[in-house]
């Protein structure tokens, strides 16, 4: 292990979750964390999320070696502006931030100097808060590390070390690559499940009580995740903009063309897309990505 | 039980998973069946999926008091022109179609003065062929029968008592309402996953590779009902045509209103919907109709 005292700044989903897994992954790293909530602090503590859970930003980094930062990328500059006095020399700070670019540069502002490897850990769930981590929530995940041009091979490095140890598979890219990659594998998705979630309770001659008995068609595969924590995905989609709408445009003009057959009554377009699709889950299921069993093995048949 | 004989034309996920339904849940009652494919009834035999499979449609419905059309949409009036000779007397044709207006129509067409009395069980999985069909398919999932105009009371009654005997709730509605319905819930989430799995294949900058590695992020939801069998599904939007392009429409609106919020950096447009669209979710799950483990319970955390 090349770190030993890790300092985690936000404690939900993925904080409490990074917390837990050192605890039973990486047993010898001392963890300390803080939450902005005195009621997130009070249920971390009792869950022991961290070690030692502080009452400010400064006590919980003093000692770090590895800050990272774990709260919604519209709040990154905020919470590095928090540790900004208190930041040992040397440490890293890192993060977990859905988008790339405009986080690195927010926090490489509010502490110049500092060393700051931005990182993304590719995992979550439909739940947050601090009763929604799990240790095992990055085990055969990727991780994406993003360092800035120029970083410390040895500050990568450690970072990338510290997420193997957790369980998590490490990529490096470059963050403006990584922004593209992740509009196309998460913001999309995401933005299409709320959008169809929002259409579908809005119809005036269908009620929301047949959308939700007849869910089992397709549409509840959409509510999990169009059940994400709001304030998160806001933050995405606001700072990841350019590389969302890019992959948004590109989806609609793809709508567009699918639309235009099932007008026509063109059978063999759409029956040529549905074939070529199929390919795609197989490789996700492949690569252990998804659960082969069907329904994602909702229920065990 | 109300009927003793049934036969069972297309032995896929859905017949099979009738075939097996029966046999658990309703012992008394004999099934044979048939498959357009050679293989497919060999592999319905071997399974077991119905007491009897025939090695023609006319043989396969010469008894049966209810006969159940499981083939593509788009195949039911050729399904229904097989059996059109050898159909009993009093006997009562029904289906499991996605779309109910066309398919309604198409049987009636081929089988002048038959009791034809459509429905659609709202279950499924990803999977399709005789090795996908399983007993819990339509256990507490919605039936929804689609009777004609002046359709006999006595007839309605038997196809539902024959799905609440396979453990299914069954809702009786009007085939243009059923058609609209379906499109919100099933069609136009379906088609929504077919075209973001086909862009995100389809990107110059982004790699296949990468697609599927970082799938976890949210994209591997949509693969899942994109691997869905393609004839079927082919079908279903020429079928549906005029409910699929109305529900679209109005997800384009709501898209394009998303993307102006985008670019705009309007947080409070994005934050309120993706605020709203959690309700949906807990009620689905309030409603047993899908899975309350976070990631649907894929990796039992």
Redesign the interface.
């Known amino acids: 292990m090349t770190v030993s005292r890790v300092a985690i700044i936000g404690l939900g989903l993925i904080g409490g979750s990074i917390g837990l897994a050192v605890r039973e992954m990486l047993p010898d790293v001392r963890t300390t964390g803080w939450d902005a909530s005195a009621d997130v602090r009070k249920r971390a503590a009792t869950r022991g999320l961290v070690g030692t859970v502080c009452e400010t930003a400064a006590e919980a980094v003093a000692e770090a070696e590895l800050v990272i930062l774990c709260v919604p990328v519209?709040a990154m500059g905020e919470a590095a502006q928090a540790i900004a006095g208190a930041l040992p020399a040397g440490a890293i700070v890192s993060d977990v931030g859905?988008s790339k670019r405009s986080v690195g540069e927010a926090i490489a502002r509010a502490l110049p100097g500092a060393t700051v490897i931005p990182a993304h850990p590719?995992?979550?769930?439909?739940?947050s808060g601090p009763d929604?981590g799990?240790a095992?929530?990055f085990r055969h995940?990727?991780c994406?590390v993003t360092p800035p041009a120029g970083a410390s091979e040895e500050a990568v490095a450690k970072v990338s070390d510290f997420w193997e140890g957790l369980g998590a598979k490490v990529?490096i890219m470059d963050p403006a690559?990584h922004d593209?990659?992740?509009a196309?594998?998460?913001?999309?998705?995401?933005?299409?499940?709320?959008?169809?979630?929002?259409?579908?309770?809005?119809?005036e001659?269908?009620t929301?009580g047949?959308?939700?008995?007849?869910?089992?068609?397709?549409?509840?595969?959409?509510?999990?995740?169009?059940?994400?924590d709001?304030?998160m995905?806001?933050?995405v989609?606001?700072t990841n903009?350019d590389a969302?709408?890019e992959?948004?445009g590109?989806?609609?003009e793809?709508?567009t063309a699918?639309?235009r057959a099932?007008?026509n009554?063109d059978?063999d377009t759409?029956?040529d897309?549905?074939?070529?699709?199929?390919t795609?889950?197989?490789?996700?299921i492949e690569?252990g990505?998804?659960?082969a069993r069907?329904?994602?093995?909702?229920?065990d048949?």
């Open positions: 519209g859905s590719v995992a979550g769930t439909e739940k929604a799990f095992e929530l995940r990727w994406i990529e690559h593209v990659v992740l196309v594998t998460s913001h999309i998705p995401h933005l299409i499940a709320y959008t169809i979630v929002g259409t579908a309770s809005d119809l001659d269908v929301r047949e959308v939700i008995k007849y869910s089992a068609g397709g549409f509840r595969d959409f509510t999990r995740i169009a059940a994400s709001p304030t995905w806001r933050d989609f606001l903009r969302v709408l992959v948004l590109r989806f609609t793809d709508l699918l639309q099932i007008r009554g059978g759409l029956f897309l549905f074939e070529r699709t199929r795609i889950r197989r490789s996700i690569e990505q998804d659960d069907p329904d994602f093995g909702r229920s048949h």
